[in-house]
């Protein structure tokens, strides 16, 4: 049985930090890249983060890029997303997404999904 499970949301104020866990099992974690993607209220589903199988390549939104980076542990089957510097456009639900398609900015390009974290930012 296929598991995503995110955890690490919160509320923090401007200019905080957060990190993210998304642990994955069921299937062999190191054949997948692993992503992050969020969903603010009233907003479409946007792509996060990336980092491929070895965690050799990874990519950033523009709106992020300089203050989140995601890595992954193949020994613990789990990827992280470390977010400084926090803005309030950052709220959002955070999902976990697994998979190994050709364009991993694009959601329908996933296998499986975690039901999501929500950060909070306050001004």
């Known amino acids: 049985q296929v598991q995503v499970v995110e955890s690490g949301g919160g509320l923090v104020q401007a200019g905080g930090s957060l990190r993210l866990s998304c642990a994955f099992s069921g299937r062999t974690f190191s054949s997948y890249a692993m992503s992050w993607f969020r969903q603010a209220p009233g907003k479409e589903r946007e792509f996060v983060a990336t980092?491929?199988?070895?965690?050799?390549?990874?990519d950033y939104a523009d709106s992020v890029k300089g203050r989140f980076a995601i890595s992954r542990d193949n020994a613990k089957n789990t990827v992280y997303l470390q977010m400084n510097s926090l803005k309030p456009e950052d709220t959002a639900v955070y999902y976990c997404a697994v998979g190994d398609g050709a364009d991993l900015r694009i959601a329908h390009e996933y296998d499986y999904w975690g039901q999501g974290t929500q950060v909070t930012v306050s001004s």
């Open positions: 980092i491929r199988r070895s965690g050799g390549f990874t």
